[in-house]
């Protein structure tokens, strides 16, 4: 299969601080892939060398195994909204199909992004979510195979988040390769098929939440209680070690043999909480030391 997107080697500096340092990928058709990281990763700055809005200082991108015609074949929504006065929904998306040969019909980008009610309206006159779902009106007027979603949902209501993932998830379905980036990692979570993780300027992971979960533990275990920590922390099942007060929180592949451990202690111990690991708590935990204490 060939691939949809191929980086190698990349990295990009801004002045002399390093953004991004050997950055190594490829991407297939038909995946969600989600790129993660804190505040100020690199994860904008990848995405634009991506799109080719700006240089890396050295290594290679392929799209779409650089054919003629790439961005016929791209949807992209950049973070920042963009509004024009007093022109409506209705004309931009319209502008916007008129810069492709075979543009999705009028109807159906309103109806996926839910514009209906708002095609009058003047892009000015739109909410912040209002803009984001214009934003990705935008994105997939020409149909594209490969879409690029940054920050997609912030500022969304949470229905207007359920049905965008629902849509985008469809599209996945009508083999569109789709690449995101998103601070809510619970979406993330359901969606996406193989995550990303940008840490110290380089991929720190890149595979499915199957295998994070399997590298960093299966389950996470919550608790409070006045013990030591010391009575927990040496427990070998532990793969994560975690005391914020008196608040315990421990991850583990292991689930029934530490919670034999715990047994003992139960009397001292409450909100006692076991449940499957969660990509919030995958990605907080991660390569922060087995044991923190705050
Ligand atoms: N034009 C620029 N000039 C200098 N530094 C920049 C520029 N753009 C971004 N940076 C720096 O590059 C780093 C990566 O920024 P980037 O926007 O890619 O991060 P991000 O992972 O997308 O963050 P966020 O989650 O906050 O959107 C940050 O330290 C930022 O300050």
């Known amino acids: 299969m060939t691939s949809i997107i191929e980086v190698d080697n990349l990295n990009k500096n801004y002045g002399n601080k390093t953004i991004l340092e050997n950055i190594n990928f490829k991407v297939d058709q ?10 100020g990763a690199g994860k904008t700055t990848l995405i634009n060398i991506l799109l080719d809005l700006i240089s890396s200082d050295s290594g290679t991108v392929k799209i779409l195994n650089n054919t003629k015609h790439i961005k016929e074949h791209l949807g992209v929504m950049i973070q ?16 916007t199909q008129s810069y492709y040969q075979n543009p999705l019909p009028y109807e159906e980008i309103i109806e996926l992004a839910d514009l209906k009610k708002l095609e009058h309206s003047k ?4 909410s912040g979510g209002q803009k984001r779902r214009l934003s990705f009106a935008l994105s997939i007027t020409g149909n594209p195979n490969l879409l690029f979603l940054d920050e997609p949902t912030a500022g969304m209501d949470s229905q207007s988040r359920t049905k965008f993932w629902q849509i985008i998830a469809n599209l996945k379905n009508q083999h569109k390769t789709i690449f995101v980036t998103s601070h809510y990692l619970n979406e993330l979570e359901t969606f996406a098929d193989r995550i990303i993780i940008l840490q110290n300027k380089s991929i720190a992971f890149d595979g499915s939440i199957a295998k994070l979960r399997s ?13 030591l920590p010391d009575l927990f922390s040496s427990i070998p099942e532990i793969t994560n070690f975690k005391k914020i007060s008196n608040h315990y929180q421990f991850t583990t592949n292991n689930t029934e043999s530490l919670m034999n451990q715990l047994t003992p202690y139960l009397n001292a111990i409450s909100n006692l909480k076991v449940q499957q690991n969660s990509l919030d708590s995958l990605f907080s935990n991660f390569n922060t030391g087995d044991i923190v204490y705050e």
Do not use: C, Y
Request: proline share 0%; no cysteine; hydrophobic share 45%.
């Open 30 to 39: 038909n995946q969600i892939i989600a790129l993660i990281g804190e505040n």
């Open 80 to 95: 920042q909204n963009i509004s024009i006065t007093r022109i409506t929904v209705k004309e931009i998306i319209k502008l």
């Open 123 to 126: 892009m000015n006159q739109l």
């Open 215 to 227: 590298l960093e533990g299966e389950s996470l275990i919550e608790f409070d209680s006045d013990l």
